[in-house]
């Protein structure tokens, strides 16, 4: 133990300068993050954000098109669910030795809301924990090993997620992973029967429209006859609606567009608005109860926070806005109007290879440039993300697995003309070049990375 033990106070850290927060977190957090934002100069201190808007220490404001990867479908600090997580306030903040009364209304909305008879609800807090969750419901349920998931596809970090994740980046840090676990391309019919031929598959983990992996859409009916094959040879569909779900893509959930009835559902990031952390694994009654339905297993489903009051009244609140207001209905009139227009940039502008995606999940794939050296080519995403968010006021990022496609990914409450200001922000920044967006550095480091050969 420390003899004089200083420690900050969260109001002062509430009120620390910009430096100062920078500081701590290069020191105690992630140095290499810190240096990668000041590098892009992002390192911005918000210190407010309602909607679409986010606003920085030195009263600039700007338009959120990341929107928490998926996370604020409604926006930032949504009223409705501030206000219904205050009125659950004064419930056991955990109650283990029991249980809340808000989690089986939660469970019960969301096997009204899904299709099939997947009525039974696990809880997590983080989506990857809710990918344990059914993960090991599959093996569970089958005593088979094997899974099956797709190259490129993104589940989160924790070493089942790992294990089913298609990124090499990855698996070359953390492995070796969990044994049993093969990739196949995503979309590709015939490879998934190939590999369910030998009968020892669990389950199909897969994205329905892929995320990370840059807003990669498969072909139209691939998961509904991806869900017939895997019930042909007694393996179990997981899609995984992470990033998709709640009207992300249009539809309430991107499984609707084939009419797929998968054997569980994994959901999380708007679930609980962004607000609180809050994940889900929702199964069949005749899965579960093969899987857990025993005196010795019922507990193997159960974590301190999941479903914990706070969390289950966002989501509850959640469920009933994003309904309310037909938000899908909205992410899919306002996503086609983005994508015609995006279309448009791109018939204009040569650096732009294509886009793609579904609803308000659209990513803008950019053509590596044919001049400047590998360090251009490397921080051509990371020189557009700056140059909109410091000369136009909009946030954006690239998918975590595809660093040449940029997100175009606000909430769901976007309007038109936010959507006009975007586009024309990305217009005017495609409008300079690769050479004057470069040039536009100077000498800053990046500038100086970006001229080297
Ligand atoms: C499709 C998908 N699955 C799983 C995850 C992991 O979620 P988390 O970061 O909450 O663990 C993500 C996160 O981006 C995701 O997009």
Redesign the pocket.
């Known amino acids: 133990m420390k003899e004089h033990r200083q420690i900050i106070t969260f109001e002062e850290a509430l009120k620390s300068t910009r430096r100062n927060s920078i500081e701590l977190f290069k020191k105690h957090v992630n140095p290499e993050e810190a240096n990668l934002l000041k590098l892009a100069n992002v390192d911005k201190r918000y210190i407010r954000a309602e909607g679409i808007y986010l606003y920085d220490d030195e009263g600039k404001s700007y338009m959120d098109f990341s929107a928490g990867?998926?996370?604020l479908n409604l926006g930032h600090n949504p009223p409705e669910v501030l206000e219904a997580v205050r009125n659950a306030s004064s419930l056991p903040s955990i109650l283990l030795a029991g249980y809340n009364h808000l989690m089986g209304a939660l469970a019960a909305n969301l096997s009204e809301l899904l299709p099939g008879n997947l009525t039974m609800t696990a809880f997590g807090s983080?989506?990857?924990?809710?990918?344990e969750l059914a993960l090991k419901t599959a093996r569970a349920y089958s005593h088979r090993k094997k899974f099956i998931s797709c190259h490129n596809?993104?589940?989160?970090?924790?070493f089942g997620?790992l294990s089913v994740g298609g990124a090499t980046r990855y698996r070359r840090v953390f492995g070796p992973l969990l044994e049993h676990c093969e990739t196949i391309p995503f979309g590709d019919l015939e490879s998934l029967e190939q590999k369910l031929r030998g009968g020892d598959v669990a389950a199909f983990i897969i994205?329905p429209v892929?995320?990370?992996g840059g807003a990669i859409v498969p072909p139209c009916g691939y998961l509904k006859d991806a869900e017939e094959l895997c019930h042909r040879y007694g393996a179990l569909l997981i899609l995984?609606?992470?990033?998709?779900g709640f009207g992300r893509t249009g539809k309430l959930f991107a499984l609707e567009y084939d009419g797929a009835v998968p054997d569980i559902v994994?959901l999380?990031?708007s679930l609980g608005a962004g607000v609180i952390?809050i994940?889900v694994s929702v199964t069949t009654e005749e899965i579960w109860k093969k899987a857990f339905g025993a005196r010795d297993r019922f507990d193997l489903v159960i974590s301190t926070f999941g479903g914990n009051p706070g969390a289950c009244a966002a989501a509850l609140k959640t469920i009933e806005i994003t309904l309310r207001d037909d938000l899908s209905g909205r992410a899919a009139d306002i996503g086609r109007y983005s994508k015609e227009r995006l279309e448009m940039l791109k018939s204009k502008h040569s650096l732009i290879k294509e886009i793609r995606g579904k609803g308000l999940m659209l990513g803008i794939e950019l053509n590596s440039p044919s001049i400047g050296g590998a360090a251009l080519r490397e921080n051509l995403a990371p020189m557009i993300i700056s140059h909109l968010l410091n000369n136009h006021g909009i946030l954006t990022s690239y998918y975590?697995l595809a660093p040449l496609v940029l997100r175009f990914e606000p909430p769901l409450t976007v309007t038109k003309d936010q959507v006009d200001k975007a586009v024309d922000s990305l217009d005017a920044a495609f409008s300079k070049g690769v050479v004057g967006l470069g040039a536009a550095f100077g000498k800053s480091a990046l500038g100086r990375i970006i001229r080297s050969p």
């Open positions: 990867y998926g996370a983080g989506g990857a924990e809710a990918v596809a993104y589940h989160g970090l924790t997620a994205e892929q995320g990370e995984d609606e992470i990033q998709t994994i999380s990031k952390p994940s975590d």
